[in-house]
């Protein structure tokens, strides 16, 4: 499979991520480093001070990419570096760095792409009012004028923007991003003015003799959950309504004024209800609408929606009420992003048919997929979205260019250091850079211009073109009638499609199966009652979409728990899911003597980092200065891995079961272990009299709908529901084919509101 001579592989970057050195040669402080910085707003409590020392290290990091053969490297120039104070003078020791970087390519051969803007914005613009600010927008041009001037002659393309929105709608509306703001109408502002940023900066860059100018967006295809396995599939009027909605938010309101001069009707409604409109000046969509010679499509996944009149809004999607984004069932990667390649082709189709005559350019691909040095599963990943993007050439779509994100693992935003994307693993503690075995993979890539041929397919090999389980695969050949028809299409165009011979291991796997998993809930679990929402609702979906029929069982009672065994010791089913209660429970121990496949929640295969989240919550007390905490505990092995993580950091806590106990003036802040805990520890507070949190500072965990919206709102310890929901599928899954199911804990996020920082959230 080979591509196009003069097709462009490489790879991509951007300055917070990898450059360090925050402070050194006048560089100013980004919304990145405020944010950074501030407790709660990264996972791991991680900043881009340091990151991969890229700023001292480029030298060496050029010759990992000349050792990879990359043609070209997207990188980004950091605003805040160049100008700090965001306008006025030019920091010439940070174009410096720059020119620095552009020479050691060139010398390597390596075709510099430098992106203007990756989320960036210098502090100082920020305070004058940031995005939102139309004064934001000139002030880009002037920058992007200024960073033109000197490496004019060495850049071959100018990226405007990285993903706007991203910034616009995960910084201004969710706040999950710099600079955390949650305001809709300032997220569309900040939309617009992007756009507007873009368009002046497009013409200044013209004006000054750029030979190739570009934008990077974030692209997805919509779909319903049924077009996954039929994107012909018709649609009923309200999920198409959903769907071109999402679409309008997500995709058109940044193609349509780029690439049409206008936008989309129904975005405009959803703008105006939530903003108004008076930031859109007449002349702004000419400026936007200024010629571009490549579009840059960051593709990962698809978005998975369908309509659902009394779902609530998403935050990052201002307009969405009444829009379910629902869970996709297949395999997904470490963050839980569904990995559907084809998404890639029919978007590439898409943006093609609508936009004739442009070229487009795959700048980020890529996954994160664990920390190990051997990433068959990255190697995979990368492999199949080649394909689709092959697939697209072969309809005459104008791809010029495939960039993988990323080079090198990083400081990964708001997850920091946890997520690892990198073709180069990097010790962050020594800085050691060593290749992953996809990174010798994509040597060879482009060594070739293209892919090997392809081995005879395996079992493994459907499964994962169908986004099924190996069992699903080898029920559809078996021709077992317990296969949903949209899934029995989806394996069937996969065998066709690869050319699938059945051996006898795929026609043998469903021996003695059932087809029947259980959902057990044992009990009820008063930590988080959402987490067995979601258990219940994107397990179900998952474990369904592979063929399994899910029954729901509830064992609250020695006779029900009777009933259970009963069903596991008789092989009445083929697997199960246990949620047990927040106390002790016998039935976990029965089910894992019998021989069918269990996996249990805290469990050794799926877990919550508990202690780490106790430790997050002490780590912030510690920060702002409490010096006599003390933890309010209950029942349960997670309360007590809670409780202990929190005295790793405070080991002279005094620890309690009796709320009152705890509010005798020895006490300056409180760490429940769940959120009703704390529930209750504000009404005590409020009893006795004290302020919180000038008086008393109140944490706790699991973040349920209360503590949002108490007052003050409570500091918890978020867990990621959905993610942990999946990965009980995907365990069970795995068990039911046979595969060794590796031990998964799952990271939480410490929320930070009000009943800890006066003024929070």
Same mark, same amino acid.
């Given at each position: 499979?080979?591509?196009?001579?003069?097709?462009?592989?490489?790879?991509?970057?951007?300055?917070?991520?990898?450059?360090?050195? &925050?402070?050194?040669?006048?560089?100013?402080?980004?919304?990145?480093?405020?944010?950074?910085?501030? @407790?709660?707003?990264?996972?791991?409590?991680?900043?881009?001070?340091?990151?991969?020392?890229?700023?001292?290290?480029?030298?060496?990091?050029?010759?990992?990419?000349?050792?990879?053969?990359?043609?070209?490297?997207?990188?980004?120039?950091?605003?805040?570096?160049?100008?700090?104070?965001?306008?006025?003078?030019?920091?010439?020791?940070?174009?410096?760095?720059?020119?620095?970087?552009?020479?050691?390519?060139?010398?390597?051969?390596?075709?510099?792409?430098?992106?203007?803007?990756?989320?960036?914005?210098?502090?100082?613009?920020?305070?004058?009012?940031?995005?939102?600010?139309?004064?934001?927008?000139?002030?880009?041009?002037?920058?992007?004028? &200024?960073?033109?001037?000197?490496?004019?002659?060495?850049?071959?393309?100018?990226?405007?923007?990285?993903?706007?929105?991203?910034?616009?709608?995960?910084?201004?509306?969710?706040?999950?991003?710099?600079?955390?703001?949650?305001?809709?109408?300032?997220?569309?502002?900040?939309?617009?003015?992007?756009?507007?940023?873009?368009?002046?900066?497009?013409?200044?860059?013209?004006?000054?003799?750029?030979?190739?100018?570009?934008?990077?967006?974030?692209?997805?295809?919509?779909?319903?959950?049924?077009?996954?396995?039929?994107?012909?599939?018709?649609?009923?009027?309200?999920?198409?309504?959903?769907?071109?909605?999402?679409?309008?938010?997500?995709?058109?309101?940044?193609?349509? @004024?780029?690439?049409?001069?206008?936008?989309?009707?129904?975005?405009?409604?959803?703008?105006?209800?939530?903003?108004?409109?008076?930031?859109?000046?007449?002349?702004?969509?000419?400026?936007?609408?200024?010629?571009?010679?490549?579009?840059?499509?960051?593709?990962?996944?698809?978005?998975?929606?369908?309509?659902?009149?009394?779902?609530?809004?998403?935050?990052?999607?201002?307009?969405?009420?009444?829009?379910?984004?629902?869970?996709?069932?297949?395999?997904?990667? &470490?963050?839980?992003?569904?990995?559907? @390649?084809?998404?890639?082709?029919?978007?590439?189709?898409?943006?093609?048919?609508?936009?004739?005559?442009?070229?487009?350019?795959?700048?980020?691909?890529?996954?994160?997929?664990?920390?190990?040095?051997?990433?068959?599963?990255?190697?995979?990943?990368?492999?199949?979205?080649?394909?689709?993007?092959?697939?697209?050439?072969?309809?005459?779509?104008?791809?010029?260019?495939?960039?993988?994100?990323?080079?090198?693992?990083?400081?990964?935003?708001?997850?920091?250091?946890?997520?690892?994307?990198?073709?180069?693993?990097?010790?962050?503690?020594?800085?050691?850079?060593?290749?992953?075995?996809?990174?010798?993979?994509?040597?060879?890539?482009?060594?070739?211009?293209?892919?090997?041929?392809?081995?005879?397919?395996?079992?493994?090999?459907?499964?994962?073109?169908?986004?099924?389980?190996?069992?699903?695969?080898?029920?559809?050949?078996?021709?077992?009638?317990?296969?949903? @028809?949209?899934?029995?299409?989806?394996?069937?165009?996969?065998?066709?499609?690869?050319?699938?011979?059945?051996?006898?291991?795929?026609?043998?796997?469903?021996?003695?199966?059932?087809?029947?998993?259980?959902?057990?809930?044992?009990?009820?679990?008063?930590?988080?009652?959402?987490?067995?929402?979601?258990?219940?609702?994107?397990?179900?979906?998952?474990?369904?979409?592979?063929?399994?029929?899910?029954?729901?069982?509830?064992?609250?009672?020695?006779?029900?728990?009777?009933?259970?065994?009963?069903?596991?010791?008789?092989?009445?089913?083929?697997?199960?899911?246990?949620?047990?209660?927040?106390?002790?429970?016998?039935?976990?121990?029965?089910?894992?003597?019998?021989?069918?496949?269990?996996?249990?929640?805290?469990?050794?295969?799926?877990?919550?980092?508990?202690?780490?989240?106790?430790?997050?919550?002490?780590?912030?007390?510690?920060?702002?200065?409490?010096?006599?905490?003390?933890?309010?505990?209950?029942?349960?092995?997670?309360?007590?891995?809670?409780?202990?993580?929190?005295?790793?950091?405070?080991?002279?806590?005094?620890?309690?079961?009796?709320?009152?106990?705890?509010?005798?003036?020895?006490?300056?802040?409180?760490?429940?272990?769940?959120?009703?805990?704390?529930?209750?520890?504000?009404?005590?507070?409020?009893?006795?009299?004290?302020?919180?949190?000038?008086?008393?500072?109140?944490?706790?965990?699991?973040?349920?709908?209360?503590?949002?919206?108490?007052?003050?709102?409570?500091?918890?310890?978020?867990?990621?529901?959905?993610?942990?929901?999946?990965?009980?599928?995907?365990?069970?899954?795995?068990?039911?084919?046979?595969?060794?199911?590796?031990?998964?804990?799952?990271?939480?996020?410490?929320?930070?509101?009000?009943?800890?920082?006066?003024?929070?959230?």
């Amino acid at each position: 499979m080979r591509f196009p001579d003069g097709f462009v592989w490489g790879v991509s970057t951007s300055a917070y991520q990898i450059e360090g050195a &925050a402070a050194e040669d006048g560089r100013g402080p980004s919304i990145w480093d405020t944010f950074s910085h501030a @407790p709660g707003r990264i996972a791991d409590g991680g900043t881009g001070d340091q990151a991969c020392d890229h700023y001292h290290r480029h030298v060496e990091d050029v010759g990992l990419m000349k050792g990879l053969g990359v043609r070209a490297y997207r990188f980004s120039v950091s605003w805040s570096r160049v100008m700090p104070d965001g306008a006025g003078k030019v920091n010439a020791a940070g174009l410096d760095f720059y020119e620095r970087l552009t020479d050691e390519l060139l010398g390597q051969g390596i075709a510099p792409y430098a992106t203007l803007y990756h989320w960036d914005l210098p502090q100082a613009l920020e305070d004058r009012g940031g995005w939102p600010s139309r004064d934001t927008a000139e002030r880009f041009a002037d920058y992007a004028a &200024a960073v033109h001037e000197r490496l004019g002659g060495r850049v071959d393309t100018w990226f405007t923007i990285n993903e706007p929105w991203v910034a616009a709608f995960l910084g201004y509306a969710a706040g999950t991003h710099a600079p955390g703001r949650r305001s809709a109408a300032e997220a569309f502002r900040s939309a617009h003015h992007m756009l507007l940023a873009h368009g002046l900066a497009a013409g200044a860059l013209r004006e000054a003799g750029a030979r190739r100018i570009g934008v990077a967006l974030n692209l997805s295809p919509v779909l319903t959950p049924g077009q996954l396995g039929d994107q012909d599939q018709e649609l009923t009027p309200e999920d198409a309504g959903a769907v071109s909605r999402i679409d309008a938010l997500l995709n058109r309101q940044f193609l349509d @004024p780029m690439l049409r001069g206008s936008y989309p009707p129904e975005l405009l409604e959803v703008v105006e209800r939530h903003a108004g409109l008076d930031h859109v000046r007449d002349g702004d969509l000419d400026l936007i609408a200024r010629p571009i010679d490549v579009l840059g499509v960051n593709y990962y996944a698809p978005h998975v929606v369908q309509a659902q009149p009394s779902q609530p809004g998403e935050p990052a999607f201002p307009g969405s009420e009444g829009v379910l984004f629902a869970a996709t069932p297949g395999p997904a990667t &470490a963050m839980g992003w569904p990995i559907v @390649p084809s998404g890639l082709t029919v978007l590439l189709r898409r943006l093609a048919a609508d936009h004739p005559g442009l070229d487009l350019m795959v700048t980020e691909n890529g996954a994160d997929f664990g920390d190990g040095a051997h990433d068959a599963d990255r190697v995979a990943f990368i492999q199949a979205h080649v394909r689709a993007a092959h697939a697209a050439i072969s309809d005459g779509v104008r791809l010029r260019g495939f960039l993988a994100w990323t080079l090198m693992d990083n400081f990964e935003w708001a997850d920091g250091y946890r997520r690892k994307f990198g073709l180069v693993h990097v010790d962050f503690a020594t800085q050691r850079r060593t290749e992953r075995d996809s990174a010798r993979w994509f040597r060879e890539v482009i060594a070739r211009n293209g892919l090997p041929a392809a081995p005879r397919p395996t079992l493994e090999t459907v499964a994962a073109r169908a986004g099924v389980s190996r069992a699903t695969v080898s029920r559809v050949v078996n021709g077992e009638a317990s296969v949903r @028809p949209e899934v029995r299409a989806r394996v069937q165009a996969a065998v066709e499609e690869l050319g699938y011979v059945p051996n006898q291991a795929a026609r043998s796997l469903v021996t003695r199966r059932t087809g029947t998993v259980a959902l057990v809930l044992s009990g009820p679990r008063h930590d988080n009652a959402a987490l067995v929402s979601a258990v219940v609702q994107y397990a179900t979906s998952v474990l369904e979409a592979s063929g399994h029929q899910v029954r729901l069982m509830l064992a609250d009672s020695e006779r029900s728990h009777r009933r259970v065994l009963a069903e596991a010791e008789g092989r009445h089913v083929d697997g199960m899911i246990l949620l047990p209660p927040d106390r002790q429970d016998p039935l976990a121990e029965r089910l894992a003597k019998t021989d069918v496949p269990l996996v249990l929640l805290g469990g050794p295969v799926v877990a919550v980092d508990e202690a780490g989240g106790g430790a997050a919550v002490a780590r912030h007390l510690r920060e702002l200065g409490r010096t006599r905490p003390a933890v309010l505990t209950g029942p349960g092995a997670a309360a007590g891995e809670r409780a202990r993580g929190f005295l790793e950091v405070f080991p002279r806590a005094e620890v309690s079961d009796d709320a009152g106990s705890l509010l005798t003036g020895r006490t300056d802040a409180v760490f429940a272990v769940t959120d009703p805990l704390a529930l209750e520890v504000l009404g005590a507070a409020r009893a006795a009299g004290l302020r919180v949190p000038e008086d008393l500072a109140v944490a706790g965990f699991g973040d349920g709908e209360a503590g949002r919206h108490t007052l003050p709102a409570l500091t918890t310890v978020a867990v990621p529901v959905t993610e942990l929901a999946l990965a009980l599928a995907r365990s069970l899954l795995s068990a039911l084919d046979g595969q060794p199911v590796a031990p998964s804990v799952l990271p939480v996020h410490l929320m930070v509101r009000g009943s800890t920082v006066s003024g929070g959230r």
